[in-house]
């Protein structure tokens, strides 16, 4: 069922909406493409997610109040740049409103014209195959064109907060959590 199509919506109380996803903590994605006179732009993302493997997809959600979205829309192809714990800065100037945000972001130009940031710790080159209206957010689904690791360690945003990954001591074989 299409959620607008819902007769009464139930309702959530938004602070606890974003006391509970704020638990859960996300990647950070730069989502890179170009204005329509042709200059770098991109806005940072918590919801990019892998979806299919054949074919490959990714997913990522976009608020409807963007102002960067519109020019990737018309574009119609995407980079997902992971972004790495050396990437703080990135995901500060693609995270805010205004003109320019690419300044002083390194980057080399993938084969659909899209800007790889460079020393991100992955990056994915997709073209934009759909976008459905859920909400107060589009829910664009991507084609992978091509991808390729990088370096360093992925960024990890939980509770208004960055972070790294830490992986847990490898236990003995006889406390294996079962799957
Ligand atoms: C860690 C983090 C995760 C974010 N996740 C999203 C997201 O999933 N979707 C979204 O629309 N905005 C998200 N934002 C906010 C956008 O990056 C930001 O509001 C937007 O780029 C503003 O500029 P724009 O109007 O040029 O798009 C996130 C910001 C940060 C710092």
């Known amino acids: 069922m299409n959620v607008t199509t819902l007769a009464s ?4 109380n938004p ?15 730069a989502i890179t493409g ?3 006179d042709g200059k770098p732009t991109g806005l940072v993302v918590g919801t990019f ?14 608020d409807k109040s963007s102002s960067t979205w519109p020019a990737l829309r018309s574009l119609g192809r ?3 740049n992971i972004l790495s714990t050396e990437q703080l800065t990135v995901c500060r100037a693609l995270s805010r409103k ?10 080399e130009e993938s084969t659909l014209g899209t800007p790889r940031i460079l020393d991100s710790t992955a990056w994915i080159d997709c073209e934009v195959l759909s976008e459905v209206v ?7 689904v991507g084609a992978v064109t091509a991808m390729d690791a990088g370096t360093g360690d992925a960024l ?13 001591p490898t236990p003995a074989p006889t406390e294996t959590p079962k799957p």
Not at 15 to 29: D, M, S
Request: glycine share 14%.
């Open 134 to 140: 859920a909400g107060d957010h589009y829910m664009i």
């Open 15 to 29: 602070g606890a909406y974003r006391q509970v996803f704020g638990l859960l903590p996300t990647g950070v994605v």
């Open 78 to 80: 995407f980079t997902a």
């Open 9 to 12: 919506p139930p309702a959530v």
């Open 34 to 36: 170009r204005t329509n």
């Open 156 to 168: 990890v945003f939980r509770g208004g907060k960055f972070g790294e990954y830490t992986q847990w």
């Open 49 to 62: 997610q892998s979806l299919s493997l054949e074919p490959a997809l990714v997913t990522f959600c976009v």
């Open 98 to 107: 205004g003109e320019d945000k690419f300044q002083g972001i390194d980057y």
